[in-house]
């Protein structure tokens, strides 16, 4: 059985009988029944948890006469990414905010989360950046189609019709490499620094590895600007009048 963080434990202990049972009923045969609840599992698990934490606190504070500091914060996120989004996008990039901004609270939080003693980072997994940028994937050209109906097909076979059989293989790559992308920067970029941080712990438990927690705290958050940015050009290319 593969080493468990504490809140691992916890799920398994509490909770690891019904994921059996909930993987069984899929046709699923978890490799471990007794602990069925990975780490990643759970890191995603309490992220979730800790943004859903996070938003009612928000919520439960808003107030227009006089804001506090969380709402100050969460304000100027919102107002950050609108402006990226209004520069990417163009008109109506309005619809598109809120899905930025939930996939953006999701990797940083993840990326951050490896920060604390005691956890990992889920995006330092292969399959949580898979599942974002598949999400991302899917979230764009439901929005390309929904713009443009069958004429976003025009994206994918170019202006020339005779050269429409040279371009659509070339477009369909192009496309599922901006998943590929999407996956390993965000995976190896976050791997890297786990591992970087873990190895100084080891070798230096005082002062040095506060350098590398630094840039741990920068490179997460470069990381998760770069996947929002890349899901914003995304989207604008999908939705553009101007294919």
């Not at 009988?17 to 007794?34: I, N, R």
């Not at 990992?120 to 439901?142: I, K, M, N």
């Amino acid at each position: 059985m593969p080493e468990q963080l504490w809140f691992t434990e916890l799920l398994n202990h509490y909770f690891g009988g019904v994921a059996t049972s909930l993987l069984h009923l899929v046709g699923v045969q978890p490799a471990y029944p007794a602990a069925p609840i990975t780490n990643t599992v759970a890191m995603e698990i309490l992220v979730v948890s800790l943004l859903i934490l996070f938003f009612v606190a928000v919520r439960a504070t808003l107030s227009v006469e006089s804001p506090g500091g969380l709402q100050h914060i969460v304000e100027m996120a919102q107002e950050f990414v609108g402006e990226q989004a209004e520069g990417v996008i163009g008109h109506g990039y309005e619809r598109y905010v809120p899905y930025a901004m939930a996939v953006g609270y999701f990797i940083l939080i993840s990326n951050l989360l490896g920060l604390v003693p005691g956890f990992e980072s889920p995006t330092a997994s292969p399959t949580v950046p898979l599942g974002c940028a598949l999400v991302t994937f899917f979230y764009y050209h439901y929005h390309g189609i929904r713009q443009h109906g069958v004429h976003y097909i025009k994206q994918f076979i170019g202006p020339v019709w005779p050269l429409a059989w040279l371009m659509l293989p070339i477009e369909l790559v192009s496309h599922l490499a901006r998943v590929l992308s999407l996956t390993v920067r965000l995976y190896a970029n976050m791997f890297a620094g786990d591992m970087v941080t873990a190895a100084f712990f080891s070798l230096v438990p005082v002062f040095v590895p506060v350098i590398f927690l630094g840039l741990h705290l920068g490179v997460a958050i470069v990381q998760t600007f770069i996947f929002v940015m890349l899901t914003l050009v995304y989207l604008g290319m999908a939705v553009s009048e101007e294919h």
